[in-house]
């Protein structure tokens, strides 16, 4: 008897899913692995940093190359699924992540963390837009898109609320090897999940048959591969560097725009582009990318510098700066439920757009009014004013951003959506780092200063612990350079403190600057 392989799936023929419960489920928990790594490398990039020996422009190469990497990914996104199908793409991007992860693991220099970084990224970025896709156009009922919307926003949610939480504790018993390590089981768990309840769909068959125009998109993907490498290097030394001190970066970002540019237009003219820009002309969908730009720079940025508050400003150890970050964080999944339960009674979601801005501007300000020895509850409020900000500005943004849209306009403009999700995090993440380190080193020389034998301040405190570290050496010869190594970390926490501080500041200048957009728009009404 002659075995014959299954008819696969074309992807105009979308079946109701056998198992919906498990579908959402699956759908949900691979975007919370997308979220939860890219969060829980924003949080800890410092001890990565620290672990790998690299400085802060090397980190931030490791970002950047994360953000490239999935940008080139959703691009060929659809690519892949019209030739291995929605399933098997999926899970065949959770064993490879998995694999990248390990990579990542047994990186020893920056120079390789960027390449396993952006291997990542390439494998996990497209994850979100690939499941919301489906969320939106896989076959589910009316009923069950419902509840599957809640859910992929929940998991996405408690994703960047654990992410905290097991970072914490696997530094506190292991080294920064384990944040990556952490995530390879859940990649391959998550392979089999999706083999298991993701139906067979998206695969087209005469399109494979017939041949395709791949080799169209060649040049212009590569093109667009080499131009994002140039304008992430050009935004990265920006922060190092200005255009009149380097001929160079305005070379780069000459080529980069170029090459930007040439990509436009041949996927604006292509009868089968990789992704269709044409939602571009729509300005309410330009308006709601800007603000979900906004919103995605403030919590990146937020998480980074809180994380950075706890530990070196007030000296948490780092499991207790985790679990008091990713607990109020959990506060933004309650908020979720009142958003889902009164959201409807706000007919213009404009009232509740313009007032997050100003609570994320709250937030960051009261954080710079906290002293050195500022207790936990103190910290409750901005942090959970922070999490407010998904029901504040997340969910009525993307309620107006694709209301117009068709199904198949959906698939497009949503994967552009994540295209500058991609980029804002990886900007914001380098961003704050470089602004702390900077204002670190500008505020320890400022300290430093005062550091001089003529300082009668400066003689009482070296006195005082000079004894107080012969008492506790039990000899007097090294007492002086204790008191003096001392003093120098005393001078150095002030200095972490009032940086962090000021990246609270310029976080208040970013919502500022949001709010003010979203309130002069009228199409977000």
Known sequence: MSMQAPARRSKDAVARPLRPASYAWALALVTALDYFDSSLFSYFASFIAGGINASPDELVWS????????????????????????????????????????????TQTSFQLMLTRAAQGYLVGPMMGTCRILLQDGGFLPEQLASG??????????????????????????????????????????????????????????????????????????????????????????????????????????????????????????????????????????????????????????????????????????ENAGWFVGITSLFSVAMLSVYFRYSSRVVHKKWLIVPGFGIAAAAAWIMTRMPPDASQPALIVPLVLRGALVMFIAVPVANLTFRLFSIDEFSHTYRLKNIV??????????????????????????????????????????????????????ATSHAHAIAIALIDRMVLQQANFLAILDGFYFLIAVAISGGLIAALQKRIN
């Open 63 to 106: 970002s950047s190359s994360y953000a490239v990497g999935a940008v080139l990914g959703i691009l060929q996104q659809q690519w892949w699924v019209e030739r291995l199908g929605n399933r098997r793409y999926i899970a065949s991007c959770m064993i490879l992540y998995a694999a990248a992860a390990s990579l990542s693991a047994l």
């Open 149 to 318: 919307r809640r859910l992929f926003l929940k998991a996405i949610v408690m994703a960047n609320s654990l992410a905290p939480i097991v970072g914490g504790v696997l530094l506190s018993h292991f080294e920064w090897r384990a944040l990556f390590v952490c995530t390879v089981p859940a990649g391959i768990l998550l392979a089999g999940f999706v083999l298991y309840a993701v139906p067979d769909i998206g695969y087209d068959e005469a399109r494979v048959e017939t041949g395709d125009d791949s080799d169209s998109h060649f040049w212009p993907y590569l093109a667009f591969a080499v131009s994002q490498g140039a304008l992430q290097i050009v935004l990265q030394q920006l922060h190092f560097q200005l255009f009149s001190s380097s001929a160079v970066l305005g070379g780069l970002l000459l080529m980069s725009l170029a090459g930007l540019g040439y990509f436009v237009h041949h996927q604006w003219y292509h009868p089968r582009p990789l992704v269709q820009l044409q939602g571009l002309r729509e300005r309410t969908f330009l308006v709601g990318l800007t603000l979900y730009g906004f919103y995605y720079f403030l919590t990146t940025g937020f998480g980074y510098l809180t994380l950075r508050f706890l530990e070196q400003g007030l000296s948490y150890p780092v």
């Open 421 to 474: 999700r991609q980029l804002v995090v990886s900007f914001a993440t380098s961003s704050v780092i470089v602004i702390e380190r900077h204002r670190e080193a500008l505020h320890y020389t400022h300290l430093a200063e005062s550091i001089n034998p003529s300082n009668p301040a400066l003689s009482q405190t070296m006195d005082k612990l000079a004894d107080v570290a012969a008492i506790a050496d039990g």
